[in-house]
């Protein structure tokens, strides 16, 4: 699931310097929401069918994700405004950095 986490991020990243934005944004989404799912197996030991989306609107709701990561978790599935610009300032590659480090560390993957 790291290597799976990563090579989001790293898309994400990519689709950003090529100038496609929303693509970018599907990535860190996916990412992001890809870490929530190993996180809710390791601590239920259960399988997580739910896509990244679900999984980040379930991230949100949990009580014990600390108020940063939860408006993190809400940004990243705000959808876009008619003119597809977000309601928002918080780069969205950021949010999904940051839920992904909080929850798997460093992704150092090979």
């Known amino acids: 699931m790291r290597d799976r986490v990563k090579l989001e991020l790293d898309q994400a990243y990519l689709f950003r310097a090529r100038g496609n934005e929303g693509r970018a944004r599907v990535c860190a989404r996916r990412a992001a929401g890809w870490a929530v799912a190993a996180f809710r197996h390791r601590r239920s ?16 709701k949990f009580e014990d994700t600390p108020i940063k990561l939860r408006k993190a978790a809400d940004r990243l599935i705000t959808h876009v405004t008619p003119s597809y610009d977000l309601p928002h300032r918080e780069d969205p590659l950021e949010d999904a950095e940051m839920i992904v480090h909080a929850l798997l560390g460093d992704l150092e993957c090979d």
């Open 45 to 60: 030991g259960g399988e997580t069918h739910l896509n990244a989306y679900q999984q980040l609107r379930w991230f949100r």
